[in-house]
């Protein structure tokens, strides 16, 4: 999720929005945007580097039975929600599919609408009733009447027939248009152009309150004040990169399956910021969730449409980042750089490491600071790592939040890390200013990490970036043995890199095969030694088979050769190429599989001499196991998906 708070710069450009939404897309946003305003954006919480639009819905709360009390219900697992892209839904007599022009923006639904519609654009408005334990799935214009184990999923299909002139209208909806099957079908002589399709689909974590229903009646509402569920909408600003869309649009022919997964079509890439990191704080000052008295804004509980006009429920905007930081610039001399990346198995700073049940951001760095280190982590609310740099597969992204929102087991009111997730800070040497979380004015300048060196990050005079080189401190992680895990525990192996020992995650058992080199360019390239070509495998997507770091960079185009020495550098033990341009790292192979060598036929961008992987397919290298050693299962989860694309 990129962020939830009442902002809607397509209703209310400008102001506080009525509502309160959950938003994905492209960390510009904000309460008023144009087109060059999205391409701003350096993240983006979907799975698509270049796709800077926004994507919003209204968010769901859960009622009390008294109506006195309001609590904001959660996405499954955080992660947001999923937007999908169809190329041939709409079509129209001697027409082609074509892209959002720059500017373009639009809305789908009603949030006055309280009763059934047999309309097109009603039935395009839609949640399902998710229950895994058997049986069909419920659709329903309205919410659902009983409880969902696996919690209500709320989709909007947004219209696909464009006038040809407009890139916008007053009511945000007349220059488009629904095909005559709604989500497909032909286009109307009125909106003659088709152009791709987009569905959105939001699920709520529902059953957290199965205990809660009261009178026989379903407890949700939408934050506009909704308890039917007929009101649900969504808006749509593009923000795609020129010519990137179309682009997809006229080279990618896997199908609606894939047409716009950057996994099979080449033109589209996955970003170079975590999605999951992709997060920034909110602009407007209030609180929207936890235990509230009322909606947020002037929204009663309503069955019927009703305008209110006679409530001032305007909040100020504010600077809000300090909200996830300690400020320790005047009283300690030290400054927040970010919210960067851990390693269960090859932690990122090793320098010296404690835990402590009376954690605080204060506490982790005078720890640090008193064991002579410059650079100080704290993670999962009571543990402090010390370093004198920040490894580039540690660095923060610039200007977002990140996953760091666990409070320090100390100090609620401070935020200590999460899971695989440090709040870093820094001694400063001269000028101290923390890290700026979101982005600055328009005018202002952004520099780019640099990742070929260890690094800290912190705020000079103005906007910019100032990157702080340092030796970096790591030490390799001592495991030289190369793994595939099952779904119970990790097993380290005493294996060779070719052939390749796996533990297959459906059955468990233990085989071994000798797969050979994934081609004759796989194996004929020159490598580190101890690393050689495992073969060609299963790239799972969720979780990654390769894990430890995903998509990683390094500042050159890509190579088998420049993955294996970048892994290498960072302490993993094996490498992965995929889709000729992308690098994994990890130290454990999950739920993969062997396959044919012709799999993996892509030439890598910097190199068509070598091969790096294919569609979901890893060309794999690994450095020689020396010794086994068992360790134990991971205490939490390292894997967190945010809006997809």
């Known amino acids: 999720?990129?962020?939830?708070?009442?902002?809607?710069?397509?209703?209310?450009?400008?102001?506080?929005?009525?509502?309160?939404?959950?938003?994905?897309?492209?960390?510009?946003?904000?309460?008023?945007?144009?087109?060059?305003?999205?391409?701003?954006?350096?993240?983006?919480?979907?799975?698509?580097?270049?796709?800077?639009?926004?994507?919003?819905?209204?968010?769901?709360?859960?009622?009390?039975?008294?109506?006195?009390?309001?609590?904001?219900?959660?996405?499954?697992?955080?992660?947001?929600?999923?937007?999908?892209?169809?190329?041939?839904?709409?079509?129209?007599?001697?027409?082609?599919?074509?892209?959002?022009?720059?500017?373009?923006?639009?809305?789908?639904?009603?949030?006055?609408?309280?009763?059934?519609?047999?309309?097109?654009?009603?039935?395009?408005?839609?949640?399902a009733c998710i229950d895994y334990t058997g049986g069909p799935t419920q659709i329903t214009q309205n919410f659902p009447k009983e409880n969902c184990p696996q919690g209500i999923r709320s989709q909007v299909f947004f219209p696909s027939c464009w006038d040809g002139v407009n890139l916008d209208t007053d009511d945000h909806q007349s220059h488009m248009a629904y095909p005559n099957q709604g989500d497909s079908g032909v286009c109307p002589d009125s909106h003659p152009n088709p152009m791709v399709s987009i569905f959105y689909e939001f699920t709520w974590d529902t059953n957290v309150f199965a205990n809660d229903w009261y009178d026989g009646e379903q407890p949700f509402v939408l934050s506009m004040g909704d308890q039917s569920g007929y009101g649900f909408h969504g808006d749509f600003i593009n923000g795609w990169r020129a010519g990137l869309l179309q682009s997809a649009i006229e080279t990618c022919t896997y199908g609606n399956d894939h047409a716009f997964d950057p996994y099979y079509c080449s033109v589209l890439k996955p970003p170079h910021v975590s999605p999951s990191d992709c997060s920034i704080p909110p602009a407007v000052n209030e609180i929207i969730s936890g235990s509230l008295p009322a909606l947020p804004g002037c929204n009663p509980v309503t069955l019927t449409p009703q305008l209110i006009t006679d409530c001032n429920s305007t909040s100020g905007f504010t600077d809000m980042s300090s909200l996830y930081y300690t400020d320790l610039t005047k009283s300690k001399g030290w400054a927040y750089l970010g919210c960067g990346a851990d390693n269960y198995f090859s932690r990122a700073l090793t320098g010296a490491s404690e835990t402590m049940p009376s954690m605080t951001v204060e506490i982790c760095v005078n720890f640090c600071g008193g064991k002579g280190f410059s650079v100080a982590g704290l993670e999962y609310g009571d543990e402090c790592y010390c370093a004198n740099s920040v490894p580039p597969s540690a660095a923060p992204p610039p200007y977002v939040i990140g996953n760091c929102s666990m409070p320090c087991a100390g100090d609620a009111k401070e935020i200590c890390g999460f899971a695989d997730a440090l709040s870093l800070y820094q001694l400063c040497e001269g000028t101290c200013k923390n890290a700026p979380l979101g982005l600055p004015a328009a005018s202002s300048s952004i520099s780019a990490v640099d990742p070929t060196t260890s690094v800290g990050v912190s705020a000079n005079s103005g906007s910019s970036i100032t990157v702080l080189k340092g030796i970096s401190t790591a030490e390799p992680s001592g495991t030289t043995s190369m793994a595939v895990t099952g779904t119970a525990e990790t097993e380290f192996l005493d294996v060779t890199a070719t052939p390749l020992t796996m533990m297959n995650s459906a059955s468990l058992s233990t085989t071994s095969t000798s797969p050979g080199p994934s081609s004759t360019r796989a194996s004929d390239i020159t490598l580190l030694s101890g690393w050689a070509s495992a073969g060609c495998f299963l790239d799972t997507l969720n979780p990654r088979s390769l894990g430890g770091i995903e998509y990683a960079w390094w500042g050159q185009s890509m190579t088998s050769s420049g993955c294996v020495n970048y892994c290498s550098e960072q302490g993993y033990t094996q490498a992965g190429t995929e889709n000729g341009g992308q690098c994994f790292c990890g130290n454990v192979l999950v739920g993969s599989k062997q396959e044919p060598t012709t799999d993996c036929n892509m030439p890598c961008e910097g190199d068509k001499g070598q091969i790096c992987g294919g569609p979901a397919r890893l060309s794999i290298y690994a450095k020689s196991a020396t010794k086994k050693k068992r360790t134990r299962k991971p205490r939490h989860a390292s894997h967190h998906l945010a809006g997809l694309v």
Request: hydrophobic share 30%; aromatic share 12%.
């Open 1 to 127: 999720m990129l962020v939830t708070e009442r902002l809607d710069p397509i209703v209310s450009p400008g102001q506080t929005s009525g509502h309160v939404h959950a938003v994905l897309g492209g960390n510009a946003f904000g309460a008023s945007m144009t087109y060059e305003d999205t391409q701003r954006s350096t993240c983006t919480s979907c799975l698509v580097d270049g796709d800077f639009s926004n994507y919003w819905v209204p968010n769901l709360y859960y009622k009390s039975q008294d109506g006195k009390n309001f609590t904001q219900v959660k996405p499954i697992n955080d992660g947001g929600g999923n937007i999908y892209y169809f190329q041939d839904r709409a079509t129209y007599p001697n027409k082609s599919v074509q892209a959002f022009p720059a500017g373009f923006r639009m809305t789908a639904g009603n949030p006055e609408r309280r009763s059934y519609n047999e309309s097109i654009a009603a039935t395009q408005i839609t949640h």
